[in-house]
């Protein structure tokens, strides 16, 4: 379980911009809208946008590294394509939310994103892709 999100290299250009993505958060019963800032170089668009997702996740100390999957579920009908970013360590607290969702434990804070066909990560825009986004989780 690796990184797929590959880091951006320095550069003048750089700005930091936000999404619209949902977190799982361990301590709480359900999934929660939450803003996550991403960055990009506008002058280099093909090198894509790189999620901060560390800094929304909890527990920096106890398990720095943040791992990532891509999931693509559908929901009435549509194709969706969501990022998943989640720590794994024996020490981090069982998610409720998922215990709750999808009746698995598994420990720590998940963070979901949608992915688009032009960018590698955007905004979650409607309800119905918030739905689409609990599947993935549950998937």
């Given at each position: 379980?690796?990184?797929?999100q590959i880091p951006l290299p320095p550069s003048h250009t750089m700005v930091v911009r936000s ?97 688009g066909k032009k960018v590698g990560i955007r905004n979650i ?15």
């Amino acid at each position: 379980m690796g990184m797929n999100q590959i880091p951006l290299p320095p550069s003048h250009t750089m700005v930091v911009r936000s999404v619209r993505a949902r977190i799982y958060r361990a301590n709480q019963i359900l999934g929660e809208p939450t803003q996550v800032f991403y960055r990009e170089d506008p002058c280099q668009v093909q090198r894509g946008r790189y999620l901060l997702a560390a800094d929304q996740l909890s527990d920096p100390r106890m398990q720095p590294c943040v791992h990532d999957s891509i999931v693509t579920t559908c929901h009435r009908g549509k194709k969706y394509v969501f990022r998943i970013f989640y720590k794994r360590h024996k020490c981090l607290p069982v998610n409720q939310a998922l215990q709750q969702l999808a009746g698995v434990e598994m420990e720590g804070d998940v963070l979901v994103v949608a992915v688009g066909k032009k960018v590698g990560i955007r905004n979650i825009h409607s309800n119905l892709e918030m739905r689409a986004a609990e599947r993935a989780v549950q998937k």
